[in-house]
């Protein structure tokens, strides 16, 4: 099992940047494939980007592919999400996931593959 703790939240204004840290439990972080998913009001919870265990492999949604960076460093047991250029539509409650399992390309990284959940870190960029 594994502990997940978010931070890095904040207020920005549009066009302005946050890194998102996420801190793991335990001594086996290296088996876990990472996500980052959010959860704006009023509506589910979504697909941000992850990384395989390896960091080789990173998914990313569409809306986000260009501004936003997923990594991982095993000897911190600790995954990044840097977001640049913040839109007003990145708002939302940010968080952490972990999967024991590969990501695999052909499937979709939905809520439902990951096992783990942090408690999540406000993200709100203002116009």
């Known amino acids: 099992q594994v502990q997940l703790v978010e931070s890095g939240g904040g207020l920005v204004q549009a066009g302005g940047s946050l890194r998102l840290s996420c801190a793991a439990s335990g001594r086996t972080f290296s088996s876990y494939a990472m996500g980052w998913f959010r959860q704006a009001p009023g509506k589910e919870r979504e697909f941000v980007a992850a990384i395989s265990q390896s960091g080789g492999f990173t998914p990313y949604t569409q809306s986000v592919r260009g501004r936003f960076t997923i990594s991982r460093d095993n000897t911190k047991n600790t995954v990044y999400l840097q977001m640049n250029s913040l839109k007003p539509e990145d708002t939302a409650v940010y968080y952490c996931?972990?999967?024991?399992?590969?990501?695999?390309?052909?499937?979709?990284?939905?809520?439902?593959?990951?096992?783990?959940w942090g408690h999540g870190t406000q993200v709100t960029a203002t116009s």
């Open positions: 996931a972990a999967r024991i399992g590969p990501l695999l390309s052909g499937i979709y990284p939905s809520t439902d593959l990951f096992s783990y």
